[in-house]
């Protein structure tokens, strides 16, 4: 049974889709994708051998070598002009690499019509990529699976500056999610609630130890959070 966090990415998934899922692992979600007749073909980049391995054997085992193709690789560098890919997913790894991969790659993105990432932490910093590369967001998504909390980002070629209000700071915006950040849906509230009190509990250890210049900034950078908790 596939996740369902990557169930949910599927369903911003277009359909007919080629698809290439970047850090596929088992290849669950693309053939998930092919079973369910949602994408035509997909491409399932790894750059580890072990979970390379695992999605070749998954992909035979269901037969779906001939919609299937699993590459090893770093990233987007898997993906040639040819392949016609207007759809990449990204999940479950940290926002930092996740940008990375994406801004390796910028020169693959031209034919990509959708992004599908999900972040398994900072997502912050994939919003500020996507905000710098014309990538629009359309859509996010919060949704808690066996105690954790998974944000899913939905971007299209665009303004993006567009899901960004003008009466709310930027920089809050992008830390919480502009559509994220409107809905205060539970499962936001619950999310950022631990946050906060992991931010109160270091700000307090902090307190204890000798100023220097890192700890002085750390500190203001947590009220700073705190304070944006406060005001959400
Ligand atoms: N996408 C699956 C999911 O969400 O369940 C698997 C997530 S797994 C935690 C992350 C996978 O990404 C690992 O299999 C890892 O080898 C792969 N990975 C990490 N960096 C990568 C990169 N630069 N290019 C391709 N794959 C990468």
Known sequence: KLAERLKEITTYIPKDSILADIGSDHAYLPIYCVKNKIVK???AGEVADGPL??????????????FIDV????????LKETDSVDCITIAGMGGALISSILDNGKEKLHQVSRLILQPNLAADQIRLWLLNHNWKLV????????????????????????P???????EKQVFFGPFLIKEKNHVFYKKWKR?????LRVLEELDKAKETVAIIRKKSELKKYIQWYKEV
């Open 71 to 78: 590459r090893k690789g770093d990233g987007l560098a898997v």
């Open 164 to 170: 960004y209000c003008n009466d709310e700071d930027k």
């Open 41 to 43: 073909k997909a491409i």
């Open 139 to 162: 859509k996010e998504k919060i949704l808690e699976e066996d105690g954790h909390i998974y944000e899913i980002l939905v971007a299209e070629q665009g303004d993006s500056e567009a």
């Open 53 to 66: 391995l695992a999605a070749k054997s998954s992909v035979k085992a269901y037969q779906f070598e001939q």
């Open 195 to 199: 946050e906060y009190n992991e931010w």
